[in-house]
């Protein structure tokens, strides 16, 4: 007879003797107050900062590439116009299938296995290395004729950069900010990114040329524009490993959590 009144019982009705707490939700606040820098100014500045200083390098490096075209294709008195940016386009896909291609599938292996953080300072670290070792020879031993060392050690700053900070960049804002903060913390993270690229295209271009040519000032060339380079992967692998928090298995919940 208890069993039947029970079950008359609408479950609006029923009270759990040990009910579950409820975690209150946080209170919420517009974007760039007082309470958003406390709890993510910090993060937003490490990830708009990275992005920044990736770009400058990642958009010269790319810039780079019309140094060493005349080393390894035909003369344009050979080819015509067609020909030519076949050519170009072909050293470049060559290129990306050796070390842009390969770096991003290495991310995706191991990023949920080393954490988006030590992916992010260790390209940074290698692509330091890698300026250092393109930039200090290169009027002596890598400017004078085709060296296939050099080809390797260029791939190696894509490589780098995907297997680096070229995604973890893209990545950390998309996880690290609630979810009523994200697209807009990404946005302007992507916005500072596009800033730095616009200032690694401009200056690289500028402060390449050793000599006056094709319309350009005589400015501070290869050597000191590559060495420049490796300064700011070191900067970012600085940036990265005091200011960013790593996101690898935090949840939404989590990030609520930090409001």
């Known amino acids: 007879m208890d069993m039947e009144k029970v079950l008359e019982v609408p479950m ?12 209150p939700s946080p209170q919420p606040y517009p974007l760039f107050s007082k309470q958003f820098l406390r709890h993510h100014g910090l993060d937003l500045f490490s990830c708009s900062f990275a992005w920044f200083l990736l770009d400058i390098v990642f958009y010269s490096s790319n810039l780079f590439q019309s140094h ?75 400017d004078n004729e085709p060296n296939t060392g050099f080809l390797v050690l260029y791939a190696l700053t894509f490589f780098f950069a995907n297997f680096g900070p070229n995604t973890t960049t893209f990545i950390v804002p998309a996880e690290l900010f609630p979810a009523r903060f994200r697209s807009t913390c990404h946005g302007i993270s992507g916005a500072f990114g596009k800033l730095g690229a616009i200032i690694g295209s401009v200056g690289f271009f500028w402060a ?5 040519e094709k319309g350009y000032d005589e400015a501070i060339g290869m050597t000191a524009s590559l060495i420049i380079l490796s300064g700011v992967c070191l900067f970012g692998l600085g940036v990265t490993y005091l200011f960013t928090r790593e996101t ?7 990030n609520e959590n930090d409001d």
């Open 68 to 142: 060493k075209y005349n080393h390894h294709l035909p003369t344009n008195d050979q080819v015509n116009a067609y020909q030519d940016a076949f050519e170009v386009a072909k050293f470049q896909a060559i290129i990306a299938a050796c070390s842009t291609i390969p770096g991003y599938w290495f991310t995706v292996y191991f990023i949920d296995k080393i954490g988006r953080v030590k992916i992010q300072m260790m390209g940074f670290f290698f692509m330091t290395m890698v300026y250092l070792a393109l930039g200090i020879p290169y009027y002596k031993y890598w």
């Open 248 to 254: 690898m298995g935090r949840s939404l919940e989590d």
């Open 208 to 212: 390449s040329h050793r000599v006056e």
């Open 12 to 23: 609006s009705q029923i009270v759990e003797d040990n009910p579950r707490p409820q975690s």
